[in-house]
């Protein structure tokens, strides 16, 4: 059994808590998820935002503690992604006289392939708003955070932002706001979200996040994890405008897959250099560790540091992996660093370093090389080339 939470007068969180998903596109979450809908009790009955395919039959039945599905008139979407919009066709069946509320043009298109065309939608301008009854609705495009569709939802009355992507954390909680969980844990999955989602669009949110900050807020509900209300409304916000400048903090991040520990004896070397120059350095062999994980901290790392061992003349198999979700996500401008062992052939750093300065990345050095017997390798100098990057 499935219950509705009250979140303020009239307003329930209905969504879906995805206690067991713990991998979305690359992303690892290792406290589950959240996709949320909110149901407003007014004259028109409101949903906003669907869930994820399979989770519709938890939706409908948290709905049906406040009110019958079927007296819903209107079903705002927010975004057409899956996890909040796959699941709309099946809540349309519950809810066959709901309108569809959708941005224009961007959401509309989308919307029409999944439900068909012979729906009522109601695509919404920018700035557009709808009279519900003692509420009248806002929508405010965000383009890009993080696809064209996307637009939040502003309650006046209610001094409430619908805000979907933005602003939401990776985190499956029984608590519905964020003031009543860990605020470290909280603030380190919305930073991880922000990294591993929003940040190719950085430019993008910092507008939307200008374009809330000129609304009256009391609450910030977004489509996953906690809402954030009194203080933590400030703090969220403060937190992306800072996200979104990608203002590096001087650290570095040095990541390698090793075939014999050659490439993990570089990296350590490559490590410690950083260390002696007084730069704060995470190092992660990316065999044993989470990409989603280690693009947090490329986010803040002014240097980031890619090795592998040279293998059937590529780079070894995790750490393309890596290099792939690197050059979707990286920030642009900052400084690389290419290494890695090899056997007869040093393929692998210098195919790291053109994918490096592909994605963006300033290289001062050559691709740093070792021969397979790290006894052979020349520490110091390596030591020194990082020594020197740093100054
Ligand atoms: Fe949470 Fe872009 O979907």
Known sequence: MFKAFQISPDIYWVGAIEWNERYIHGFSMPYGSTTNAYLIMDEQITLIDTCMPGFEDELLERVADVVDPAKIDIIISNHSEKDHAGGLARVLEAAPNAKIVTSDPKGLAILKTYVGEDRTFLPMKNGEDLCIGSRTLRFIHTPMVHWPDNMVTYSELDRILFSNDAFGQFFATSQRFADEVDTGTLMACAKKYFANIIMPF???????????????????????????????????????????????????????????????????????AFMAAGVSVRLYDVQVSDISDIMTQVMDAEYVAV?????????????????????????KGRTGVAFGSYGWMAAAPKEIADVMAGAGFQLPLEPQTSDWDESTTDEPALFQAITDLVR
């Open 202 to 272: 950085a430019k993008q949110t910092a507008k939307a996040v200008t374009a809330v900050r000129q609304l009256d807020l009391r609450m910030i509900a977004p489509a996953h994890g906690l809402t954030w209300r009194g203080p933590d409304t400030e703090r969220i916000l403060e937190a992306y405008e800072q996200w979104c400048t990608l203002r590096p903090n001087g650290s570095a991040v040095v990541v390698y897959a090793t075939m014999y520990g050659s490439t993990a004896r570089m990296a350590q070397t490559i490590a410690e």
């Open 307 to 331: 090795g592998s061992a040279t293998h059937n003349g590529t780079v070894l198999p995790p750490l393309g992996q890596f290099l792939t979700y690197l050059k979707g996500l990286t920030p």
